[in-house]
């Protein structure tokens, strides 16, 4: 499939190839093992990128990228706790071995914890702020010397609609969201002048093993009209907003959110 378009620096016409809307790019991201994460690599990959996908869950891991290769597509496993900064310098020291320099990262790995203020003790604050927040500043910090030898390149950090809103629940988390949501503009401004873009996704209720998870404890279908789609997010549709986050045809994007919610922070 081609899009046609104009290119307005020259008048003259040009096309893209939408099977290869990042080909040559080098991909790392977070969370890979399942969900939201594992369709990004899929999608990243099938669109022409050599993606290293990262998790805690080895045998997950391994097990999606053995069946990703078995595919053609260009995907290696990484074992990676975000929490750890000295992880992250040694996995972008691996990716650049294994593929070069890398040119799109997305921060992707999060917790979800359902505690009020008064109910969330310490650990589970250290534990949740450690990985959705600290781990994405790790993240950028360990991955941006890379992008500034790649010439420049896309961060894609998820936030979620939490992050905007607030809830009944979820201290933790929502403080971790709306962190890195801040996060995400702070780093835009800095390294625009590098060409590092920083952009933050900002998904709703996306049918992953969480929400497959909370539906043994209650009824979630009534939630569903609170959206104007009238159904949950799958997570391809996230990972369609970071193809093209991470791509150039988000060129002159930096420093804002994407929402994929459905709707559902509209009429709230």
């Known amino acids: 499939m081609h899009r046609v378009g104009r290119d307005f620096s020259d008048d003259n016409e040009w096309t893209m190839d939408m099977a290869d809307r990042v080909k040559g790019k080098v991909a790392l991201v977070t969370g890979a093992a399942s969900g939201m994460g594992a369709a990004d690599i899929r999608l990243l990959a099938e669109e022409g990128a050599s993606v290293v996908g990262c998790d805690v869950d080895k045998a997950r891991l391994d097990a999606l990228v053995d069946e990703l290769r078995g595919e053609g597509l260009a995907v290696t496993a990484a074992t990676l706790d975000v929490s750890d900064p000295d992880a992250w310098t040694d996995v972008v020291r691996f990716t650049e071995e294994t593929y070069g320099p890398i040119s799109i990262l997305v921060n992707n790995a999060g917790v979800y914890v359902t505690p009020g203020v008064e109910d969330t003790d310490q650990s589970t604050w250290d ?56 996060l995400t ?84």
Do not use: W
């Open 127 to 182: 534990r949740t702020i450690g990985i959705n927040q600290s781990g994405v500043f790790y993240g950028m910090r360990a991955t941006i010397p890379s992008m500034r030898r790649a010439g420049g390149g896309s961060i894609v950090n998820i936030a979620s609609i939490h992050g905007i809103v607030g809830t009944e629940l979820a201290t933790a988390y929502h403080a971790s969201k709306g962190a890195v949501r801040s």
């Open 185 to 268: 503009k702070q780093a835009a401004c800095q390294y625009g002048v590098e060409n590092i873009r920083v952009n933050a996704i900002d998904p709703g209720i996306i049918e992953t093993a969480i929400v497959a998870n909370a539906r043994q404890f209650v009824d979630l279908e009534p939630m569903k009209s609170l959206i104007p789609l009238k159904r949950f997010g799958d997570a391809r549709e996230i990972a369609n907003g970071v193809l093209f986050l991470g791509s150039d045809e988000s060129s002159f994007i930096t420093g804002t959110d994407l929402v994929i919610d459905g709707g559902m922070i509209a009429i709230q």
